[in-house]
T-cell receptor
Framework: DAMVIQNPRYQVTQFGKPVTLSCSQT?????MYWYQQKSSQAPKLLFH???????NEADTPDNFQSRRPNTSFCFLDIRSPGLGDAAMYLC??????????????FGPGTRLTVL | SQQGEEDPQALSIQEGENATMNCSYK?????LQWYRQNSGRGLVHLIL?????REKHSGRLRVTLDTSKKSSSLLITASRAADTASYFC????????????FGQGTRLTINP
């Protein structure tokens, strides 16, 4: 089945130790998103790629970076995780032409713990 | 960022009853979507309603949209224990930087 896969599902890192979260999709969608979701809060968009074009949200900290080497894969790099970065990180995809803010397909998320 | 507001924040009902959740937003939109999130999981798209639509049905789900009031409601009929989840509305704003903005969500508990 076509889907969005995130690895790992659970990630534990130490304060200040770089960590990379990965997302892959078999949907062949043009757009990939990374959201941060803290407990009992709404998902917050960090950035998205439309094909190779990177779009960063104005309030996304510089500590967060992303790479999209090809259509299928997208990575979230947290260069120096702080305690406040502990959250669920959600990857999602969508495909125009309905408008690339139409239905999004989410992965199961990666729960990041920072010790 | 301008987020939708959802009401109530939490709702607990008995299995078989209907559940109604409301969402309000602040700016003009192209469409409004509802998503479900089971605990510790990703979001699952439920239904999309466009700004020129007033009502939409999908199985036991009924969504209404009132653009004059900038509000939407999600009705789940004949609720089941498996409907227990958080429900989020999401809007795309026509003006400014377009992005999908999620409300804070309604945490729905269906008691058997």
């Amino acid at each position: 089945d076509a889907m969005v896969i995130q690895n790992p599902r659970y990630q534990v890192t130490q304060f200040g130790k770089p960590v990379t979260l990965s997302c892959s999709q078999t949907l062949n969608h043009n757009v990939m998103y990374w959201y941060q979701q803290k407990s009992s809060q709404a998902p917050k968009l960090l950035f998205h790629y439309y094909d190779k074009d990177f779009n960063n949200e104005a309030d996304t900290p510089d500590n967060f970076q992303s790479r999209r080497p090809n259509t299928s894969f997208c990575f979230l790099d947290i260069r120096s995780p702080g305690l406040g970065d502990a959250a669920m990180y959600l990857c999602a995809t969508s495909r125009p032409p309905g408008g690339y803010w139409d239905e999004q397909f989410f992965g199961p998320g990666t729960r990041l713990t920072v010790l | 960022s301008q987020q939708g507001e959802e009401d109530p924040q939490a709702l607990s009902i008995q299995e078989g009853e209907n559940a109604t959740m409301n969402c309000s937003y602040k700016t003009s939109i192209n469409n409004l979507q509802w998503y479900r999130q089971n605990s510790g999981r990703g979001l699952v798209h439920l239904i999309l309603i466009r700004s020129n639509e007033r009502e939409k049905h999908s199985g036991r789900l009924r969504v209404t949209l009132d653009t004059s009031k900038k509000s939407s409601s999600l009705l789940i009929t004949a609720s089941r224990a498996a409907d227990t989840a958080s429900y989020f509305c999401a809007t795309d704003e026509i003006q400014g930087a377009q992005k999908l903005v999620f409300g804070q969500g309604t945490r729905l508990t269906i008691n058997p």
